[in-house]
């Protein structure tokens, strides 16, 4: 039940061959201009789908499906997927173009719809916030993520973070096999539990709430 609920978070079928979805975006109605884009770092590919480096894409589809967003479409070299999370229209987006290139991606998001790094938020793997820990925070460094530093260095620093622990592993020649491992099956549990809590608590993040979401996920994830 709860791997076919996981397996259900990856809607959208990755692209099987190196690179990114191509053409077609010019000619894609949008049904409303989104106020925020809400950015999930992870690697397209099956592959990758359950790499504790790719939780940031669970975490925007966790939020599509709790929020019934429309279906997903190929767009800004990505998929991009439009719905309201309470009064607020937001656009979430998963780059195609591998982690260390998600700038571009959401560069392209932005420009298209003339929005700033303010309206940004970014969904990523932590590695100094203990597993299934989540907090968020605007600005700050990289703290070596290449996905964070690609989107930096496409739409500058002030952008909003939500830091999705993964944990460290200990040393640091163990760091890149811990990024890139799969969640173990004794992990899965308390994955979906602050997927869903995430998920659960967006509305108080569409709302600039950021205390009032670390607080509330935090409450669900205390049982």
């Known amino acids: 039940m709860l791997l076919s609920w996981l397996g259900s978070l990856f809607g959208v079928k990755p692209v099987g061959v ?3 979805p191509q053409g077609g975006e010019e000619a894609i109605s949008w049904e409303f201009e989104p ?3 809400w950015v999930g770092l992870g690697n397209p590919g099956t592959r990758y789908a359950m790499h504790r480096h790719n939780v940031g894409f669970m975490a925007v589809d966790a939020i ?3 929020h019934d967003f429309e279906p997903p479409k190929k767009a800004f070299q990505g998929w991009a997927q439009q719905g ?3 009064s607020t229209r937001i656009l979430l987006l998963k780059p195609a173009t591998y982690m260390n290139d998600s700038g571009r991606s959401v560069r392209a998001a932005a420009d298209f719809f003339k929005l700033d790094e303010s309206a940004v938020t ?3 793997d932590e590695l100094d916030l203990a597993p299934f820990k989540v ?3 605007t600005g700050g460094g990289t703290a070596g993520h290449n996905g964070l530093r690609s989107t930096e260095a496409h739409i500058g620093n002030a ?3 939500v830091r999705l622990g993964i944990g460290h592993p200990g040393h640091k020649d163990r760091v890149t096999g811990h990024v890139l491992g799969n ?3 004794a992990e899965q549990d308390a994955l979906a539990d602050m997927l869903g809590a995430v998920a659960a608590e967006a509305e108080w993040l569409a709302k600039g709430d950021d205390a009032r979401f670390m607080n509330e996920v935090a409450l669900r994830l205390q049982d």
């Open 18 to 20: 190196p690179g990114q």
């Open 84 to 86: 309201r999370i309470g």
């Open 122 to 124: 970014v969904f990523h």
């Open 183 to 185: 969640y173990a099956k």
């Open 35 to 37: 106020v925020q884009i």
């Open 159 to 161: 952008f909003r973070r």
């Open 135 to 137: 907090k968020v925070k």
């Open 64 to 66: 599509a499906s709790v």
